[in-house]
Each structure stands twice: as structure tokens, then as C-alpha cells.
């Protein structure tokens, strides 16, 4: 039987890819277990300086296993699906948003087909998001299945696109494509299908020069502003830059600066 997922490493950069292209990569439990230990991986190999998320087949992930949902129903010994679904969320969904959003690299998903469900939580999960052309976002829950969204969508979307049209497309169940995901901001990026690959390894290569602390620090940064006003926000930045600016990446940068040269950052801690 092939794995759920696909993890490999090279020069400093993992790629993990979900390996259930067949089926549309459903969050399996099995596949979800995968991520997690590749994501662990990552956390202990000092080595690796970004990660890539992406995914095999024609579809990036299609959220829930429906099939499998209506198996479990079936088995009253498991408990309600509700419960089931709920325990799998505690075990394996949260923990896999809440662990790619803390790692200590960068993470670059490239979305090669329709995210669907709590595959959109799980693309938005990552720092930065590309998408080829053909891909799309979804939400089904509330139209189709009388549910919520969940793997953290309902947290990121309005942040990335605001209140309006978070909400529109969770009630209306309508499919963003991927262009309009990129003019909305709700990703970095819409490329051609054929670019998708290379353009993900060329952003996890400039992403993996950066000062590893910094970006820890920036994401920080950032999720502080959303509860600061801006006079915190403002001591809050002159706090971290004071020390920043008294650490080994600051002074090398200021020398590459005077010497005219791209700067070289010490990899992990």
C-alpha cells in the first residue's frame, strides 16, 4: 500500500505531499497522522530552513472522507459521527493547522487542484499560499452538509479577505477560483499550472535564506496586531527591534550592506 503522504528533503528545503491523489487527498485519519509526523520531522531537523505543502493528483484536498463518514456512522460502539468527528479533530485536525502555523521554518503551500473543506484551512495554514491557475477554493459545510467550517478556515478567512466575503462564501458555498483568491489576498500568488512547482521551490529557496528567528518574530508581529491598538503595536515593535537589532543577523546585514554583497544568515538554532 503506498503512504499517505510523501516526504522528502534537499538542500535545506522538505516537501510533504499529500499522496492520495486517486481519491483527492480526503483528510483520512491516516493521511492527517502522516503530516503530522513529517511536520515533526521538520521541527527536530535543524537542517531544513522551509517547508513545501503541496499535494499529488488533480486536487489538493477535498476535506472530509464522506465515505468514511458514512462507515463510521454505522458503528453505534465509536459513539455518535459527531463525537467521532470531533475526537479525530482533537487528535489529528487541530494540532496539524496549530503545528504548521508554529513551526519554526516558513511553510509554502502550493495548491494544485480544488481545496475543498477543511482542505482550505489546511492550505491557509501555511505563511504564504500559491495556487495554479486551475485550482479553486470551497466551502461546502453550510450549504451542503448543515455544518461549520473547521481546520482553522473560519479564523484565517476573515482575516485574509474580511467579514463579507468570508461569510459569503461559507453561506453561499460558491467556488473561488484561484485568479480571484489572488485579487482578493486571500493567497500570494496565482500561477500557471505548469509554473506551479517551480515558482513554489523558487519562494521556499528565498524563504529559507531568511534569519529563521525573524520570521518566528514576524509572524508574532503580526498575530499581536490583530489584538493591539496601535499605540501597543508601536511599543511592541520598538521592544523587538531594540533587541533584534543588537543580534548576528542585524550586524550581518549591515555588513553585506557595506561591503555590497547579499548578507548570509546563520541557519537554525
Given at each position: 500500500?503506498?503512504?499517505?503522504?510523501?516526504?522528502?528533503?534537499?538542500?535545506?528545503?522538505?516537501?510533504?505531499?499529500?499522496?492520495?491523489?486517486?481519491?483527492?487527498n480526503p483528510l483520512r485519519p491516516e493521511l492527517q497522522q502522516g503530516a503530522l509526523d513529517a511536520l515533526r520531522r521538520v521541527r527536530e531537523d535543524r537542517s531544513i530552513r522551509a517547508l513545501i505543502l503541496t499535494a499529488a493528483g488533480r486536487a489538493f484536498c477535498v476535506g472530509a472522507?464522506?465515505?468514511?463518514?458514512?462507515?463510521?456512522?454505522?458503528?453505534?460502539?465509536?459513539?455518535?459521527?459527531g463525537t467521532q468527528v470531533?475526537?479525530?479533530?482533537?487528535?489529528?485536525?487541530n494540532p496539524l493547522v496549530a503545528e504548521l502555523r508554529s513551526l519554526p521554518v516558513p511553510v509554502v503551500c502550493a495548491v494544485n487542484g480544488v481545496a475543498a473543506g477543511g482542505g482550505v484551512g489546511l492550505a491557509l495554514a501555511a505563511d504564504l499560499v500559491i495556487a495554479a491557475r486551475s485550482a479553486y477554493f470551497y466551502l461546502p459545510f453550510v450549504p451542503a452538509l448543515g455544518a461549520v467550517p473547521d481546520m482553522g478556515a473560519s479564523w484565517a478567512l476573515p482575516r485574509a479577505v474580511g467579514r463579507a466575503r468570508a461569510l459569503g462564501l461559507a453561506l453561499l458555498g460558491d467556488k473561488l477560483d484561484a485568479p480571484r483568491a489572488a485579487d482578493w489576498g486571500l493567497i500570494w500568488a496565482c500561477v500557471d499550472d505548469a509554473a506551479?512547482?517551480?515558482?513554489?521551490?523558487?519562494?521556499?529557496?528565498?524563504?529559507?535564506?531568511?534569519?529563521?528567528?525573524?520570521?518566528?518574530e514576524t509572524r508574532a508581529l503580526f498575530a499581536a496586531s490583530e489584538r493591539n491598538h496601535l499605540v501597543q503595536q508601536l511599543a511592541l515593535e520598538r521592544e523587538r527591534q531594540a533587541e533584534l537589532i543588537d543580534g548576528e543577523s542585524f550586524a550581518e546585514g549591515m555588513r553585506a550592506f557595506i561591503e555590497r554583497r547579499p548578507p548570509v544568515f546563520r541557519g537554525r538554532d
Amino acid at each position: 500500500m503506498k503512504p499517505a503522504v510523501l516526504f522528502e528533503s534537499r538542500e535545506g528545503i522538505a516537501t510533504l505531499t499529500l499522496n492520495e491523489g486517486d481519491r483527492l487527498n480526503p483528510l483520512r485519519p491516516e493521511l492527517q497522522q502522516g503530516a503530522l509526523d513529517a511536520l515533526r520531522r521538520v521541527r527536530e531537523d535543524r537542517s531544513i530552513r522551509a517547508l513545501i505543502l503541496t499535494a499529488a493528483g488533480r486536487a489538493f484536498c477535498v476535506g472530509a472522507d464522506l465515505n468514511d463518514f458514512s462507515e463510521r456512522a454505522k458503528d453505534a460502539s465509536r459513539g455518535s459521527l459527531g463525537t467521532q468527528v470531533g475526537q479525530m479533530l482533537d487528535e489529528t485536525g487541530n494540532p496539524l493547522v496549530a503545528e504548521l502555523r508554529s513551526l519554526p521554518v516558513p511553510v509554502v503551500c502550493a495548491v494544485n487542484g480544488v481545496a475543498a473543506g477543511g482542505g482550505v484551512g489546511l492550505a491557509l495554514a501555511a505563511d504564504l499560499v500559491i495556487a495554479a491557475r486551475s485550482a479553486y477554493f470551497y466551502l461546502p459545510f453550510v450549504p451542503a452538509l448543515g455544518a461549520v467550517p473547521d481546520m482553522g478556515a473560519s479564523w484565517a478567512l476573515p482575516r485574509a479577505v474580511g467579514r463579507a466575503r468570508a461569510l459569503g462564501l461559507a453561506l453561499l458555498g460558491d467556488k473561488l477560483d484561484a485568479p480571484r483568491a489572488a485579487d482578493w489576498g486571500l493567497i500570494w500568488a496565482c500561477v500557471d499550472d505548469a509554473a506551479l512547482a517551480p515558482q513554489a521551490w523558487a519562494l521556499a529557496r528565498r524563504l529559507a535564506a531568511l534569519p529563521a528567528h525573524a520570521i518566528a518574530e514576524t509572524r508574532a508581529l503580526f498575530a499581536a496586531s490583530e489584538r493591539n491598538h496601535l499605540v501597543q503595536q508601536l511599543a511592541l515593535e520598538r521592544e523587538r527591534q531594540a533587541e533584534l537589532i543588537d543580534g548576528e543577523s542585524f550586524a550581518e546585514g549591515m555588513r553585506a550592506f557595506i561591503e555590497r554583497r547579499p548578507p548570509v544568515f546563520r541557519g537554525r538554532d
